[in-house]
């Protein structure tokens, strides 16, 4: 959808590259623990059935914030050391 769009883009803006890049560098870990990690420990901690919308929306946001915390925490302190190794 957006792709037709951002083609004509020659080099991206840094307000679009610097988050885009960063979440490049920690999607792997994201896709490690999201599901896996988080949201299980948090569906344990938390009873999502008899939510509101609003605290549903408010869980959202709290799962979305830890899973990207955590991510990135894997990737600087597990994955980066990692891969420097490899050098």
Same mark, same amino acid.
Not at 51 to 75: A, P
């Given at each position: 959808m957006? *792709?037709?769009?951002?083609s004509? +883009?020659?080099?991206?803006?840094? +307000?679009?590259?610097?988050?885009?890049t960063?979440?490049?560098l920690?999607?792997?870990?994201?896709?490690?623990?999201?599901?896996?990690?988080? *949201?299980?420990?948090?569906?344990?901690?938390? %009873?999502?059935?008899?939510?509101? %919308? +609003?605290?549903?929306? *408010?869980f959202?946001?709290? =799962?979305?914030?830890?899973?990207?915390?955590?991510?990135y925490?894997? =990737?600087?302190? =597990?994955e980066?050391?990692?891969?420097?190794?490899?050098?």
């Amino acid at each position: 959808m957006f *792709l037709p769009f951002l083609s004509e +883009w020659k080099t991206a803006p840094s +307000w679009f590259a610097k988050p885009v890049t960063l979440i490049s560098l920690i999607s792997y870990s994201i896709y490690l623990i999201h599901y896996s990690l988080v *949201l299980q420990l948090l569906k344990y901690w938390i %009873d999502t059935v008899s939510l509101s %919308d +609003w605290q549903l929306h *408010l869980f959202t946001v709290f =799962y979305l914030t830890i899973t990207f915390l955590l991510s990135y925490l894997l =990737y600087r302190y =597990y994955e980066k050391p990692i891969m420097a190794l490899r050098k």
